[in-house]
Nanobody, 121 residues
Framework: QVQLVESGGGLVQAGGSLRLSCAAS????????MGWYRQAPGKQRELVAT???????NYADSVKGRFTISRDNAENTVYLQMDSLKPEDTAVYYC???????????????WGQGTQVTVSS
């Protein structure tokens, strides 16, 4: 069993900051990449940021320069520091991990339950 547990969401005023955390636990041999996605009401889920095990990162254009993704490989944890938040950042944020549970298993995607981020104007 693999679990991804997110924390850190909440309500913040525009211009403020929040830090999301996501810890992966369970039977995990290796995590290839971790990332954050978000889904606003009435919209499709979209990529926010990803980070691979070597440290390379990728960001959506809408968050570049404002959000920072980081990772603690030893703790199987990924963070998302969100600064200069805007009302349009309001969404449910989901953690994602591309991992495998044994040396012989396939790489599979796992998702957290989501955490609400609301930015008021």
């Amino acid at each position: 069993q693999v679990q991804l547990v997110e924390s850190g969401g909440g309500l913040v005023q525009a211009g403020g900051s929040l830090r999301l955390s996501c810890a992966a636990s369970g039977s995990i041999v290796s995590i290839r990449a971790m990332g954050w996605y978000r889904q606003a009401p009435g919209k499709q889920r979209e990529l926010v940021a990803t980070i691979i095990s070597g440290g390379n990162t990728n960001y959506a254009d809408s968050v570049k320069g404002r959000f920072t993704i980081s990772r603690d490989n030893a703790e199987n944890t990924v963070y998302l520091q969100m600064d200069s938040l805007k009302p349009e950042d309001t969404a449910v944020y989901y953690c994602n991990a591309d991992l495998r549970r044994s040396t012989w298993s396939r790489w599979l995607d796992y998702w957290g339950q989501g955490t609400q981020v609301t930015v008021s104007s």
